[in-house]
């Protein structure tokens, strides 16, 4: 071969794969869509199953400006994978959690990881996202892969309406086993533009996973309603998977109606070791304290909320519930749950109907006043409650219910243990012609005061009907019986008298 040829052929050959096609790739918003939502995700659907990087970047640049608004670096781990050890003499904060606010914070005005409360910063060592205004912020995923497609996720809230915006992908950031997909830059560019206007706060707000909706998230529309409306405003929320942390608070008077608990999906894998309390400050306990990062859907500080037809759930075990709930006047029509450890926190007072509850021991944590009716709960074995409320207020009541266990272990209606200083002297559970399944004979697996209130009235079996045998139920607990206690029966059937006067609506009452 002569020696130009040496020269001229890997040029050439350089060229020639320069040229070579990509692979197909589908984009989500299309390349120089119109109207996009400013709560969209990114996707890269290929032929292929893709893979992520471990360096370079994502960058969202203002066409008009020219202005980098987001930048996602891969070289930063998602959040921590095992758990830490706190110091023995960590305490519950000095004063309540303080919630009010003159502004939401987001991540354009407020660096992610700013502390609130007596917390100290969040180490910038993981991705960090501000979601709902909590500047402490959040753990999460900057990149999901899920089948074929790449889903980008941004930073909560750095999109504006009608701006033209640029995403560039660096090499190496998505893979495809073909080596076909070079990443994105100016050269070929994938520019999209997001609605022209602001919506008007009108009655409905329609969630989309498709993007044709008013938001594409459920987080989107829940940080575009006020603090404390006093109007009611309806979340209409299509069938979808909205995979998406929710972190809300200090929402009043809002509905978020599912399109079946079947087919509309709120999740993410989420965890106390993926999103840990502070190392300074205790948190889940005591009204007030810190609130905790540890749930798939949270709902924190609010009030007079229904939630129906939908399901919340965590894809990861531990401490996660799938939903967390504190304020008062919540109702749950149709909700399915799915969580591990605490599937459910419920704090403040809580209504349950036709809903079901997928979780680990401890499947109901709370130290509110619950009152669940024609409700299904299944766990692994172990206690389905942690009822931790003190008097004057109610804890959990359980009417036409079942109780389940799904494995070999039997489960057991729930336990009232020394636990930071307190056996919950008053601890109430009280369970009302329920029917159970694979359950532990003596009801109530660990009570740790005779002053808790464990009542049971007319358990049957879920297979055959029959009354089950009650002679070994725990000493601190109590038989129901008529005509003995049938005034006792009566208010306990009525949720009113558990949720401190607050009557819920009757379910799918067309008002709601």
Request: some cysteine; overall charge negative; glycine content about 8%.
């Amino acid at each position: 071969m002569r020696k130009i040829d040496c020269l001229i052929l890997p040029a050439m050959l350089a060229f020639l794969l320069s040229c070579t096609p990509s692979t197909s790739v589908v984009f989500f918003p299309s390349r120089g869509a119109d109207a996009v939502c400013v709560d969209t995700h990114l996707m890269l659907t290929f032929e292929e199953t893709p893979s992520i990087g471990t360096s370079g970047w994502i960058r969202i640049f203002d066409v008009g400006t020219g202005e980098c608004v987001d930048s996602l670096d891969l070289s930063v781990p998602a959040g921590p994978t095992e758990s830490r050890t706190y110091a023995a003499d960590i305490d519950y904060t000095k004063i309540p959690y303080d919630y009010a606010r003159e502004f939401v914070p987001t991540n354009r005005n407020t660096v992610p990881g700013t502390p609130s409360g007596t917390a100290e910063p969040t180490p910038p060592e993981y991705q960090l996202t501000i979601i709902g205004g909590f500047t402490d912020a959040f753990h999460f995923h900057p990149v999901l892969v899920r089948g074929n497609t790449a889903v980008i996720y941004p930073h909560n809230n750095v999109l504006e309406y009608g701006r033209k915006y640029r995403v560039t992908l660096d090499d190496g950031v998505i893979a495809v086993p073909s080596g076909q997909f070079r990443g994105v830059t100016k050269k070929n560019a994938w520019t999209f533009t997001t609605a022209a206007e602001t919506p008007s706060l009108k009655d409905t707000l329609i969630v989309d996973a498709s993007g044709e909706g008013d938001f594409s998230t459920l987080q989107g529309a829940l940080d575009f309603i006020p603090d404390f409306s006093a109007d009611t405003v309806f979340i209409r929320v299509l069938p979808g998977d909205y995979e998406e942390i929710v972190y809300v608070r200090n929402k009043s008077n809002v509905v978020i109606l599912g399109s079946g608990a079947d087919v509309t999906r709120v999740h993410y894998a989420n965890n106390e070791v993926f999103n840990p309390h502070p190392m300074t400050v205790k948190t889940n306990e005591r009204a007030g304290t810190f609130p905790q990062r540890r749930a798939a859907v949270a709902f924190d500080h609010c009030s007079d909320l229904v939630l129906r037809d939908i399901t919340f759930a965590t894809d990861l075990k531990g401490q996660a519930e799938g939903l967390f709930l504190n304020g008062d006047r919540i109702a749950l029509y149709g909700v399915h749950i799915i969580g591990d450890g605490d599937a459910l926190q419920a704090n403040g007072s809580v209504y349950m109907e036709a809903c079901e509850i997928d979780g680990g021991g401890d499947t109901i944590l709370g130290r509110g006043s619950l009152f669940a009716w024609r409700c299904a709960f299944r766990n692994q074995g172990g206690p389905f409650t942690w009822v931790r409320n003190f008097k004057p207020a109610h804890g959990d009541v359980f009417v036409e219910c079942t109780f389940e266990s799904v494995s070999p272990v039997p489960a057991d209606y729930g336990r009232s243990v020394f636990n930071h200083g307190s056996t919950y002297p008053d601890a109430e559970m009280v369970v009302i012609d329920c029917r159970t399944r694979n359950l532990n004979p003596l009801g109530w697996s660990a009570l740790g005061e005779p002053t808790v209130m464990m009542l049971e009235y007319n358990t049957r079996d879920m297979d055959s009907g029959e009354l089950v045998d009650v002679s070994g139920r725990h000493r601190f607990s109590r038989q129901l019986s008529l005509p003995r206690d049938r005034h006792l029966l009566e208010a306990y059937r009525d949720p009113a008298f558990v949720l401190g006067g607050w009557k819920p609506a009757a379910a799918f009452d067309s008002s709601i």
